[in-house]
């Protein structure tokens, strides 16, 4: 029999964690302050008691052995201390012999308060990937939506860890500054992907849980939403400022009118071409229903 995991809800993991077994390590988000963000509203941050997480890692090493990749939730599980990470990771470690990569969301101020020595031996433990929300590199409207973070803090932060070997899977949000920004927000947006260079990128589409007007009283100044089109525009500026020498790119989430895949740089020219074609004639570009975002 499977053995039970008592998850608490919501729980989140990044689509490519589908196949991963997944241990909450923390509950909630540590900074849950984002505008746009409504994944940990529900729940007081805390971190889960140690022991109850290797109890549960014990109870799954008794059913299998044959694990190999664990993702540690929740919002940013990363927050850990170094010494608690790294007492997880070599339990699942001696639990898990064939366990190839750990994961975790991120925040860069997670990444920035370890040191480079202690992010090298994480990395060395097995922590293989981080998921970073940078959602923009516009230091004007970072603000705006109480990221807490800047250009500055994303770029050292995910190159610190990138030297520690530590893979990066980076999202931007698309629509995120509404039409006042959209323009900066591409731009600037792209400027930080291409001065991190990460492994993983993906786009998302801001969207509104809880309504227009709650979204508009937690932005910080002028918020008007962009169309669909514009919202295309938006991502062929994007993509049209992005210099990538090798990253995966999807902007296939449930989010996403458009859905986009490729190599970058290597696909640049065809995902612009079909986003012009979409422009031109969006009445034919095959765009995923509202009904069929699932939000
Ligand atoms: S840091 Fe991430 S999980 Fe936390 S509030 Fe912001 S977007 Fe949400």
Redesign the pocket.
């Known amino acids: 029999m499977i053995p039970y995991l008592s998850y608490d809800e919501p729980l989140?993991r990044p689509p490519s964690e589908a196949y991963s077994l997944i241990f909450q390590v923390t509950l909630?988000?540590?900074?849950?302050?984002?505008a746009?963000?409504?994944?940990?509203?529900s729940k007081k941050f805390s971190v889960k008691k140690e022991t109850d997480v290797f109890k549960e890692i014990e109870a799954f090493r008794e059913y299998s052995s044959d694990i190999r990749k664990v993702f540690l939730a929740?919002?940013?599980a990363f927050v850990l201390s170094f010494e608690r990470l790294s007492r997880i990771l070599d339990k699942l470690h001696e639990s898990f012999p064939k366990l190839n990569r750990v994961s975790a969301?991120a925040?860069p101020k997670d990444i920035l308060s370890k040191s480079d020595k202690e992010l090298k031996t994480l990395s060395d433990k097995g922590l293989k990937l981080l998921y970073v929300?940078i959602?923009s590199g516009d230091d004007e409207l970072l603000p705006r939506i109480?990221?807490?973070e800047t250009f500055e803090s994303s770029f050292e932060a995910l190159i610190k860890a990138r030297k520690a070997g530590i893979k990066l899977s980076v999202m931007i949000l698309n629509g995120l500054g509404g039409k006042k920004y959209s323009e900066q927000h591409a731009i600037n947006s792209a400027k930080v992907v291409n001065a991190i260079q990460p492994e993983y990128l993906s786009t998302l589409v801001l969207s509104f849980p809880y309504g227009m007007d709650h979204f508009k009283k937690r932005f910080e100044g002028e918020f008007k939403e962009l169309s669909k089109t514009e919202l295309i525009l938006e991502m062929g500026n994007f993509i049209n400022h992005l210099q990538l020498e090798s990253t995966i790119f999807r902007s296939d989430h449930a989010s996403n009118y458009l859905i986009l895949k490729g190599i970058l740089n290597r696909d640049k020219g065809e995902l612009l071409r079909r986003i012009s074609q979409v422009l031109q004639d969006p009445s034919h570009a095959n765009l995923r229903p509202e009904w069929m975002r699932g939000l």
């Open positions: 989140f909630g988000c540590s900074w849950n302050r984002c746009f963000c409504e994944m940990y509203t929740d919002g940013n969301y925040l929300g959602e109480h990221k807490g």
